[in-house]
């Protein structure tokens, strides 16, 4: 796992007041205060499957904890989950209590990977839901204590526990949202002669808009922008919401079209076919600054053009071959032999550009912005083609060593 300053934290806090250890037991028994940040993934079977979350980790966090509890728990859900959930748990826990009481607590985390270590530092805000009974806001008031020793008092706010659970779905939801809506703009740019970039600056100056998150870009992965809006969308469902439902299954409707323009506009320009050709992607983890490739747009595209029998060789600064090799394999439904000759993983971006007919850059990290592509187009099969899925390469000095650039939401034929 690459997460940047938390080697750092871990070396200097280890055996301190950081312990890691696999004796549950032990660690319920002594705790005050239990965070359960468990995995609650999408379900892939049964009642709500694909799009529903799966909860029976959660629930068997409060059994366990139920079971060996030996006093009074504060028990703090920081796993993003649906509302109501923190219900479920009440009553888990309120039936198999043995005389303990336990008091539920939501506060969601809200860290982006890549920025994890300077998120927690530096929070816009904490969230501490519970309930408003006199245990509760014990609880909530001792929880606020652990935060305030490095989080200013009026970044922390307190809610009901449903607020608090809504909220951390709505946050991921609205966030998405923004990508969807300036990546549609994205297509609309490419037809009409504006430049999305200059549109977001443009809108971005808007206060009220605000200039984060509208970087146009191939679609958003990452484990919980997909996930807590199909959840979202499977609660509104549940409460007979339909028009909010397919309001917000939209924003998972453009990014999924989002993902298939991209790599139909490459097969486009590579004259229609994309077969027998070598394809240099550069990128594969789901934004810079992680190793993190769970729902990544590198893998959908790698897919479509092995799909189309292009030879794909792949870049990535951090993620391991074996991780592509089996994301890919398992994206096309086959076993990593049988793609062997289409697929190659290299550590040399240069490498990988060798004899390539295209670059595809899928992720946006920065030494993609810094390459030799003198050298890169040197070794390039003519025209070369770059298709800048982020807008990260220096799209003019391509252009004038003869590189023929797609940029998203950029004029096509517009030779910039
Ligand atoms: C997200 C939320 O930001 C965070 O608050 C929550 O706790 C977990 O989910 P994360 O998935 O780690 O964090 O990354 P984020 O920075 O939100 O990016 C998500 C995806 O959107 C990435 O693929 C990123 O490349 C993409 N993105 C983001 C864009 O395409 N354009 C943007 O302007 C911003």
């Known amino acids: 796992m690459y997460e940047p300053g938390l080697l750092q934290i871990v070396e200097a806090c280890r055996g ?26 999408t379900k892939t079977y049964g009642v709500g499957a694909g799009k529903a979350a799966d909860l029976k980790y959660i629930e068997l966090c409060a059994r366990q904890i139920a ?8 028990i703090v859900e920081k796993s993003t989950l649906p509302v109501r959930t923190a219900e479920s748990l009440k009553r888990v826990l309120h039936a198999n209590s043995r005389g303990h009481h336990f008091e539920i607590l939501s506060n969601p985390e809200f860290l982006a990977e890549g920025t994890a270590i300077r998120d927690l530092e530096n929070p816009d805000r904490v969230l501490i839901g519970g309930d408003s009974t006199p245990t509760g806001c014990e609880a909530i008031a001792k929880l606020k204590s652990v935060y305030a020793s490095w989080v200013p008092e009026d970044k922390i706010i307190t ?9 951390k779905l709505v946050a991921n939801a609205f966030l998405a949202q923004r990508v969807s809506s300036i990546n549609s703009i994205s297509a609309l740019c490419e037809v009409t002669g504006a430049d999305v970039d200059e549109v977001a600056r443009a809108i971005g100056m808007d206060s009220r ?25 499977y609660l509104c469902e549940h409460f007979n919401l339909p028009e909010v439902a397919t309001y917000w299954e939209q924003v998972v409707q453009i990014n999924n079209w989002q993902k298939r323009r991209f790599v139909h506009r490459i097969i486009k320009t590579l004259f229609n076919t994309v077969a027998g050709k070598r394809i240099a992607v550069f990128g594969f983890a789901f934004k810079k600054d992680t190793n993190d490739v769970r729902e990544s ?27 592509i090799i089996n994301k890919i394999s398992e994206a096309l439904g086959t076993n990593t032999i049988k793609i062997e000759n289409r ?10 550009s060798i004899d390539a007919h295209a670059l595809v850059i899928a992720t946006e990290w920065d030494e993609y912005s810094h390459l030799d592509y003198v050298k890169i187009y040197q070794k390039m099969q003519k025209p070369a083609f770059v298709f800048d899925g982020r807008s ?24 910039i």
């Open 67 to 74: 079971e060996v509890a030996n006093g009074d728990k504060i």
């Open 343 to 352: 697929l190659t993983v290299t550590s040399n971006p240069y490498q990988a």
């Open 392 to 415: 990260i390469v220096p799209n003019k000095q391509l252009v004038s060593l003869g590189f023929e650039v797609y940029k998203l939401g950029q004029p096509i034929g517009n030779r």
């Open 16 to 41: 301190k007041n950081l312990f890691f250890s696999p004796d549950v037991t032990k660690g319920i028994q002594e705790a005050e205060i239990i965070f359960v940040s468990v995995n609650t993934p």
């Open 209 to 233: 808009i605000g200039p984060k998150f509208l970087k146009a870009s191939v679609g958003f992965g990452g484990s919980c922008f997909q996930k807590d809006i199909l959840n979202l969308v």
């Open 297 to 323: 747009p590198a893998i959908d595209i790698c897919k479509s053009l092995i799909e189309e029998h292009a030879e794909v060789i792949v870049h990535d600064p951090r993620v391991k071959a074996e991780v």
């Open 159 to 167: 809610t009901n526990l449903w607020s608090s659970e809504l909220s």
